[in-house]
């Protein structure tokens, strides 16, 4: 006999907010709405036919969408389940949505009706989806695949209340690329709310952003995404309403402010340069006062762009530093924006950050060093994968590979990476994973894969090719061959045939000679 108490289930705030306010708008999307009470009876429906599908708690499903209601009715579904979430990424490829799918132990896999033709004509590489599992929404129904709405149809009988709770909750996971050109899946368990730190986490999130329960947050950046799902399930905790942008469009991103008086949102930093170049008669048109807090961040954002966003839509700003791995680390208000354009901010509440140098010293003030993180909301760590996840440690602390300087008063400015990540948009690339395509294809012997500076998405990918003897791709034959194995913002904007890559005598690639060619 053992004297452990079972795990106790984390409290549910679907139930909470359909219980106080069952007819407020829960989530806006361009084909259709649904209220905080209309949620909760679809997500239960879901969970219940989901649960008759054989999904148990400690189980992960896979969704495939763009931002859409479809987002939060699955979500929801799986809380009363303790079944994890794994978004994947709609730009990708066959072979990398069925690794994402396969890596994460995923059980079914429900998708939007567009990205069939990438999924279903290869479905018996899916080891480990249940009979019935593939499944599709918003379109007709699909040969090999069920329909998601007649999943509300006939929900089994079972009673929700009464499914123990699972010795071992399922792991919600954003996979992210590394170094080694696989993804790996940055995971944490379903209780995360009820782990220690994360309520004052999110207790300072909503205070620093003055978010309330009347918060109308929009969703632009896609949800398979670290940063856009975290200041969603914030403004889901308060109770406010969502509101769905499928895909970026910078006027209509306005003009959605203007209608649902929008109080906050999440953009990266490409966005905000776009929002800078729309024309000033279409703004002067258009209510933008009630928009309080736009949250910036995933890559760079310029001094200078920085600035004239506040000049342009308000103090609005705030930028912050963060990761997959370790959530939000700092913190810039508008205010301190202004006197120190170039800096992201003091640690945000709960963080301790250290910066150490390659032998594992802490470094002191206004000297550069590798920044580490440790704070409540971090990953439990990479799924199935050890080594990848002791590579990030440091004792208690991981990084992600930064380098920074810490000023004397506690702002942090992040001056170089460690790891040769290249990031255009906002979106991480990573050179091992383009060049395991690269040296996949007949005909290229070599490559090696360098970001260069580009002026509306911040960085894009060159790539240096070594051919085969005899061999002569193109550039266009090059990045057709890509097209067909990668998403597209990874394809190699410009090729540069080479008679050998320069190595260390290691073998490491000498990225910083290659840069140098490219400046030449």
């Known amino acids: 006999m053992t004297n452990e108490q079972p795990r106790e289930k984390p409290p549910n705030f679907l139930e909470i907010h359909a219980g106080n306010h069952p007819d407020k708008m829960a989530v806006i999307g361009p084909g259709r709405s649904i209220t905080y009470g209309q949620l909760r009876e679809r997500a239960r429906a879901l969970a219940k036919s989901l649960y008759g599908l054989g999904i148990r708690p400690g189980d992960q499903v896979a969704l495939m969408t763009y931002n859409d209601p479809v987002h939060a009715e699955v979500a929801n579904a799986l809380q ?58 918003g379109g007709a129904r699909l040969e090999g695949a069920g329909e998601y709405e007649s999943l509300f149809e006939n929900a089994s009988e079972i009673d929700l209340d009464a499914i123990p709770p699972a010795a071992e909750p399922g792991s919600s996971m954003i996979y992210t690329s590394g170094t080694t050109g696989r993804p790996k899946g940055a995971a944490r368990k379903t209780d995360f709310v009820a782990k220690p730190g994360v309520m004052d986490f999110i207790f300072s999130t909503v205070r620093t952003l003055r978010m309330d329960p009347n918060e109308v947050h929009l969703v632009c950046c896609p949800l398979y995404h670290s ?12 109770g406010g309403t969502s509101v769905m942008q499928p895909r970026f469009d910078p006027v209509e991103f306005l003009e959605l402010v203007d209608r649902y008086g929008v109080t906050s949102t999440h953009l990266v930093p490409t966005m905000v340069t776009r929002l800078l170049d729309v024309p000033k008669e279409v703004t002067d048109r258009l209510d933008l006062s009630s928009l309080r807090a736009v949250i910036c961040g995933a890559a760079p954002l310029f001094p200078e762009y920085k600035l004239a966003f506040l000049d342009r839509y ?8 963060g990761s997959t791995e370790a959530g939000m680390n700092t913190l810039i208000t508008p205010a301190e924006i202004r006197k120190r354009p170039s800096s992201v901010g003091k640690a945000f509440t709960g963080n301790e950050l250290i910066l150490f140098d390659e032998m594992g010293n802490e470094v002191p003030d206004g000297e550069r060093g590798i920044l580490y993180m440790y704070n409540g909301i971090m990953m439990d760590g990479y799924y199935k994968n050890e080594e990848a996840t002791r590579e990030t440690q440091r004792g208690k602390y991981i990084t992600v590979g930064d380098v920074a300087v810490r000023d004397e008063e506690g702002y942090y400015f992040i001056v170089d990476r460690v790891k040769d990540m290249i990031i255009r948009g906002g979106v991480n690339i990573y050179p091992a994973e383009v060049e395991e395509v690269l040296l996949s294809m007949p005909g290229i012997r070599d490559a090696a894969v360098v970001g260069i500076p580009d002026p ?55 990225k910083r000679e290659l840069r140098e060619r490219l400046k030449g």
């Not at 097209?483 to 050998?500: C, D, G, L, R």
């Open 80 to 137: 009363y389940l303790e079944v994890g979430l794994v978004m994947v990424g709609y730009r990708m490829k066959p072979r990398e949505i069925e690794y994402i799918v396969e890596n994460s132990d995923s059980r079914v896999f429900i998708f939007f009706h567009e990205f069939a033709d990438r999924i279903l004509p290869h479905r018996e590489r899916y080891g480990k989806i249940v009979p019935g599992g593939f499944i599709s929404f």
């Open 227 to 238: 940063a856009p799902t975290l200041f969603n399930t914030v403004n889901f905790l308060l």
């Open 456 to 510: 509306e998405f911040g960085e894009t990918v060159a790539a240096f090719v070594v051919c085969a003897e005899g061999a002569r791709p193109t550039e266009e034959e090059i990045k057709t061959y890509c097209k067909e194995q990668m998403e597209n913002h990874k394809i190699p904007s410009v090729i540069i045939p080479t008679e050998a890559i320069p190595r260390t005598p290691t073998g490491k690639i000498l």
């Open 314 to 321: 308000g103090d609005c700003l705030y930028e912050y530093y």
